[in-house]
């Protein structure tokens, strides 16, 4: 029996199908299957059951999930415990970002983690934040920053700062929408996100509230590409608000002032892990960095620029 059995065997029972099990365990599924089969000759039992919509595990596989999630679990205290006796923390970690590097200070946190830990190498991928949330849920990142309301049992996140998107139109848009209703607003084209993004499921949540949603759509899986869109003309988008507000005193938008939609600013990483080096030495490098912001208080608060109606570069709605 071998601890890659065992995980490939907590692989399906969690995601129900041989090929997604494969795709997150970086395998064939052939050489999958043959681990399950080898799995199950070695302890005379059959482990799952194939349905027409994938994988289910058996009762004898339902009574002996819980002893192989144990043994995974104390293999990886083990490997925790061996690099913890070694002293300085070491090894490669794959940090995910999302937003723009500024806002989530990712410059600061690595000056900061050479600074204190010089042997752990970190490598940053740029992803979408829904993207990130799985990635973690996965394994795929050991740890990543991320915004919004998603929960998994698996999935440890902490809270970092609260801030929020704004509704944007673009600045020749301004009489337009300055005393648009929702439904004159909704009827206007609109520059979204991808639907596995956090901004898309604020505006989707926001159009269910009002019972519609639009019916002209440009999407981009990109902020910094769907501000520039709505910049140039193309349509309605959310910024986050100190963008926004900046944008709209330097005449480049207007707002719609009518709604805000707070989200939080997250750090994610696997509740197994909690106890391993590279992830503890990660949340150190995360307080340090983020010394000056607490759980629940808006970012930047007393610094974001204001759009006053009667500054004359201005275009304010509502």
Do not use: C
Not at 117 to 122: S, V, W
Not at 196 to 214: C, K, M, N, Q, V
Not at 252 to 267: C, D, I, N, Q
């Amino acid at each position: 029996m071998e601890l890659y059995q065992l995980r490939s065997f907590a692989a399906i029972a969690e995601l129900g199908h041989l090929t997604r099990a494969a795709e997150r365990l970086h395998l064939s599924q052939p050489a999958v299957s043959a681990q399950i089969k080898a799995l199950e000759d070695e302890l005379g039992v059959t482990l799952f059951e194939r349905v027409s919509s994938g994988m289910v595990l058996t009762a004898a596989g339902r009574r002996l999930l819980p002893v192989a999630e144990k043994v995974l679990d104390a293999a990886q205290a083990l490997r925790s415990g061996a690099r913890a006796l070694q002293g300085d923390v070491a090894g490669r970690v794959r940090l995910g970002t999302v937003s723009d590097p500024e806002f989530t200070r990712v410059g600061a946190f690595l000056a900061h983690a050479l600074e204190a830990y010089p042997l752990l190498e970190i490598e940053i991928h740029h992803e979408v934040s829904g993207e990130a949330f799985d990635k973690v849920r996965d394994g795929e990142l050991d740890a990543s920053f991320y915004y919004g309301n998603r929960e998994h049992p698996d999935v440890v996140a902490v809270p970092i700062v609260n801030f929020a998107y704004r509704i944007v139109a673009p600045a020749a848009w301004g009489d337009r929408i300055r005393h648009a209703s929702w439904d004159e607003i909704v009827q206007m084209p609109w520059i979204v996100s991808p639907p596995i993004s956090t901004l898309r499921i604020l505006l989707d949540e926001f159009f269910a509230a009002h019972g519609s949603a639009p019916a002209s759509r440009i999407e981009a899986d990109n902020e910094a590409v769907m501000r520039s869109l709505a910049i140039a003309g193309a349509g309605i988008t959310v910024m986050r608000e100190d963008i926004a507000l900046a944008a709209a005193v330097a005449g480049e938008v207007a707002l719609w002032t009518r709604t805000r939609l707070p989200t939080t600013l997250k750090f994610l990483h696997l509740g197994k892990r909690e106890s391993d080096p590279e992830i503890q030495a990660l949340l150190a490098v995360l307080r340090r960095t983020w010394v000056s912001a607490k759980p629940g208080r808006d970012v930047d608060a007393a610094s974001r620029p204001r759009a006053p109606a009667e500054h004359p570069r201005v275009t304010a709605a509502g």
